[in-house]
């Protein structure tokens, strides 16, 4: 069964200062994805990683995928107050059949980002 | 445009009652489904559909039923309501493809579900 493991998953960070998210899964997958979510809101399609050492850039987010090592880090640069959320993220499996288009989460990291 | 939507957004009840819960998305994907967010906000698939035909059916209490009329509507019924099913529910649609790669889903607003 895939599991995917997010830490930290709580982030308190101050303005300005740089962090990483780690995601790892525990069986081969031919995609990953990075939502943000907002308190009380829905989810948010941030990032989608589609091979090994695909790396995306949006804003101060910086996503990348080592499908190798089954890891997916994102790089918060200089954090501002907006980036506050909950980030997941998610994984599909390689199998069809019964794992068709299902996505596994992650915990999700709550991340505050203070003044 | 909303893309994909649902209604009712909140819905507080009593346990024992039946209650639905729709979804319309209006992307043209073919593949919708149905997410369960905990209090601890993790994420749960619980069905997908792919051209009205159930695909995904995880190990979901048999008084969660849903039903595809046609690929851009995905409703869910619940039957006798229990404390356990508060949650926040969501939709979701993708576009799926080749061997059930799933293109990025696009996720509805979510409707939170209280039984009381």
Same mark, same amino acid.
């Given at each position: 069964?895939?599991?995917?493991? $997010?830490?930290? &998953?709580?982030? #308190?960070?101050?303005?300005?200062?740089?962090?990483?998210?780690?995601?790892?899964? #525990?069986?081969?997958?031919?995609?990953?994805?990075?939502?943000? $979510?907002?308190?009380?809101?829905?989810?948010?399609?941030?990032?989608?990683?589609?091979?090994?050492?695909?790396?995306?850039?949006?804003?101060?987010?910086?996503?990348?995928?080592? %499908?190798?090592?089954?890891?997916?880090? &994102?790089?918060? %640069?200089?954090?501002?107050?907006?980036?506050?959320?909950?980030?997941?993220?998610?994984?599909?499996? *390689?199998?069809?059949? %019964?794992?068709?288009?299902?996505?596994?989460?992650? $915990?999700?990291?709550?991340?505050?980002?203070?003044? | 445009?909303?893309?994909?939507?649902?209604?009712?957004?909140?819905?507080? %009840?009593?346990?024992?009652?039946?209650?639905?819960?729709?979804?319309?998305? @209006?992307?043209?994907?073919?593949?919708?489904?149905?997410?369960?967010?905990?209090?601890?906000?993790?994420?749960?698939?619980?069905?997908?559909?792919? @051209?009205?035909?159930?695909?995904? @059916?995880?190990?979901?209490?048999?008084?969660?039923?849903?039903?595809?009329?046609?690929?851009?509507?995905? *409703?869910?019924?619940?039957?006798?309501?229990?404390?356990?099913?508060?949650?926040?529910?969501?939709?979701?649609?993708?576009?799926?493809?080749?061997?059930?790669?799933?293109?990025?889903?696009?996720?509805?607003?979510?409707?939170?579900?209280?039984?009381?």
């Amino acid at each position: 069964e895939l599991k995917v493991e $997010q830490n930290p &998953l709580f982030l #308190s960070m101050q303005e300005g200062k740089n962090y990483t998210i780690y995601c790892n899964y #525990s069986t081969t997958s031919d995609r990953l994805y990075w939502y943000r $979510q907002d308190p009380g809101k829905s989810l948010e399609s941030l990032f989608v990683l589609l091979s090994n050492g695909a790396v995306k850039q949006e804003g101060r987010l910086m996503a990348s995928l080592d %499908t190798k090592a089954r890891l997916s880090t &994102l790089h918060i %640069t200089a954090a501002v107050h907006d980036l506050s959320a909950t980030y997941f993220c998610a994984v599909t499996s *390689n199998a069809g059949g %019964t794992s068709y288009g299902k996505l596994t989460f992650g $915990q999700g990291t709550i991340l505050t980002v203070h003044p | 445009d909303t893309a994909v939507s649902q209604t009712p957004k909140y819905l507080v %009840t009593q346990m024992g009652n039946d209650k639905s819960i729709k979804c319309e998305q @209006n992307l043209g994907h073919d593949t919708m489904y149905w997410y369960k967010q905990d209090s601890k906000k993790f994420l749960k698939i619980m069905f997908s559909y792919n @051209n009205k035909e159930l695909i995904i @059916n995880e190990t979901v209490p048999n008084r969660f039923s849903p039903k595809s009329p046609d690929k851009a509507h995905l *409703n869910l019924h619940i039957n006798s309501l229990e404390l356990g099913d508060s949650a926040v529910y969501f939709c979701a649609s993708s576009q799926v493809f080749g061997m059930g790669h799933t293109d990025t889903q696009y996720f509805g607003p979510g409707t939170r579900l209280t039984v009381l």
